[in-house]
């Protein structure tokens, strides 16, 4: 069985940085395209960043060149490096994992809160 659990989430001014984490449970994480995705209070879902098993990256227009997904396969870990933030990215922001075989995993997600 798989767990997401994420941490790093807080309050920060706009300007600032923020690094998230994502530790799985499993044995499918290195074969697994890992992702992370926010919401907004009263806005759908969105896709962040997602990042496959051999570390090629796709991003969402809004967070290029300010954010930036990795991952170390030895940890189980994927990683999220958010830079020079605006409050326009205050959301709840969620880890995932896809399986080869298509089943999707959820974290419980983890608050970013972007002050002006």
């Known amino acids: 069985q798989v767990q997401l659990v994420e941490s790093g989430g807080g309050l920060v001014q706009a300007g600032g940085s923020l690094r998230l984490s994502c530790a799985a449970t499993?044995?499918?994480?290195?074969?697994?395209?890992m992702g992370w995705y926010r919401q907004a209070p009263g806005l759908q879902r969105e896709l962040v960043a997602t990042?496959?098993?051999?570390?090629?990256?796709n991003y969402a227009d809004s967070v290029k060149g300010r954010f930036t997904i990795s991952r170390d396969n030895a940890k189980s870990t994927v990683y999220l490096q958010m830079n020079s933030l605006k409050p326009e990215d205050t959301a709840v922001y969620y880890c995932?994992?896809?399986?080869?075989?298509?089943?999707?995993?959820w974290g419980q997600g983890t608050q970013v809160t972007v002050s002006s």
């Open positions: 995932n994992l896809k399986s080869p075989s298509g089943f999707e995993y």
């Open positions: 990042i496959t098993r051999d570390g090629s990256t």
């Open positions: 499993g044995s499918i994480f290195s074969i697994a395209v």
